[in-house]
């Protein structure tokens, strides 16, 4: 009981002199390689076995011959665990390196989307967090050129669509201001195009402020139970006025009578208003407008069919975007700032809802669904 009792003390002290000097030489290491400190590591703990088992040798008595296998045993295994260590020391290094590596090439704008298994699955979990960081900042990269592009187009548009009107007023201005016209007849025309323009000025500017709320998410809804009949049959009232005038006829087709919205009546009565303007506007003479609205299961549906002949598929993606005009329209004298469809797909997703648009044989359909006020009951 005695011998035990001697032979752990020696053990443990030989145990916690190897360790506390092992803990002393890995902290003074801190900032040397992973392979280099798990091997400091694994020959602390067979220093300390070594350490315990000679001088429990030499207290026990054994014999020289004895000890000396002793240790040559101990040396082996020792050599055996140091060598584990360092080649694990290795890998773990290496698959740092890779980590190191993979976010220097993320800093420099790359995207990285695979680093590879790393042996251990805390690096593996490192790694997955870096390619997801890599993908999500490349988005946010995409998002923010894109959002720049859309900048940098409305700037251009500003300039140019303000501009130009104002340089027209200026002139004609300056011209009644020095009497170079003076003929009545001319001086009523030069009025009633100022006229107009400020106008097409003040509607301008009432569109890029609306546009302004819409992006800075500050627009005021005073949502109401309104009928889906009323918000057709009140655009089509107001709308009937230009078709008469370019002889377009307008219809409208309601699926469903008793279908209720709630919505604000002024932004989304400025929606329909805006795709019937667009509809009349691109309708040749003759051709035909159309209406169609209901209900179906959880939404309501509001469709406007023209006859334009089709949107060309290189534009009917961009008709949404801020101050986007189809090749026709920048080309005619066609006044309209492409602000239009913007701010209606901003109002429409305000609601909830979602705006699309499509060809059709004679032309095409822009349709909006909203969520309807109440679960509409199907008959
Ligand atoms: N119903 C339609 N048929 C054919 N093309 C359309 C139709 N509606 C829109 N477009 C195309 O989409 C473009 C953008 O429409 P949007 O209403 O945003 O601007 P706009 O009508 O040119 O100007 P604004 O509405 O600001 O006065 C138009 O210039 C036109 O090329
Ligand atoms: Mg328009």
């Known amino acids: ?106 800093a420099g704008g790359e995207v990285v989307r695979h680093i590879g298994p790393l042996n251990t699955r805390e690096l593996d979990e490192l790694a997955q967090e870096l390619e997801n960081t890599s993908v999500n900042l490349e988005s946010a990269r995409s998002r923010e050129a894109a959002m720049e592009a859309a900048r940098r187009e409305l700037v251009a548009w500003v300039s140019h669509d303000l501009r130009t009107p104002l340089a027209g007023i200026r002139a004609m201005s300056e011209a009644l201001e020095d009497g170079v016209v ?29 546009l302004s709320r819409i992006q800075a998410g500050a627009l005021r809804l005073e949502m109401e139970c309104v009928p889906l009949r009323d918000l057709v049959s009140d655009a089509l009232a107001g709308a009937a006025g230009v078709a008469r005038a370019k002889n377009v006829n307008l219809e409208g087709r309601m699926n469903d009578d008793g279908a209720e919205l709630n919505i604000s009546l002024p932004e989304m009565a400025r929606v329909v208003r805006n795709l019937l303007e667009n509809a009349i506007h691109h309708t040749p003479s003759d051709g035909t407008v159309l209406i169609e609205a209901g209900a179906a299961s959880d939404h309501a549906f509001l469709s406007v069919i023209d006859s334009c002949g089709g949107i060309p598929e290189s534009d009917i993606e961009r008709v949404f975007e801020v101050a986007f005009r189809g090749e026709a329209s920048r080309t005619s004298d066609d006044k309209g700032g492409g602000l239009g469809l913007a701010i209606s797909k901003g109002i429409v997703e305000a609601h909830n809802g979602d705006i699309a648009v499509h060809n059709e044989e004679e032309g095409c359909r822009f349709t909006v669904l909203l969520p309807l006020e109440q679960p509409h009951a199907t008959a």
């Open 182 to 210: 003076n003929d009545r007849q001319t001086v009523a025309r030069y009025h009633r195009a100022l006229r107009v323009e400020a106008d097409r000025l003040a509607g301008l500017v009432d569109d890029l402020f609306e």
């Open 1 to 106: 009981m005695k011998d035990i009792v001697i032979l752990a003390g020696i053990a443990m002290a030989a145990a916690v002199v190897s360790g506390v000097l092992g803990v002393a030489l890995l902290h003074a290491m801190r900032n040397a390689s992973a392979s280099l400190q798990a091997t400091v590591a694994v020959a602390t703990g067979t220093a300390a076995v070594a350490v315990g088992t000679g001088l429990a040798a030499k207290a026990m008595f054994i014999s020289g011959h004895d000890l000396d296998a002793l240790l040559i045993v101990l040396v082996a295994a020792g050599a055996i665990g140091v060598a584990i260590a360092v080649w694990f020391g290795h890998k773990v290094a290496s698959s740092t390196g890779s980590l190191v590596d993979a976010a220097r090439r993320i």
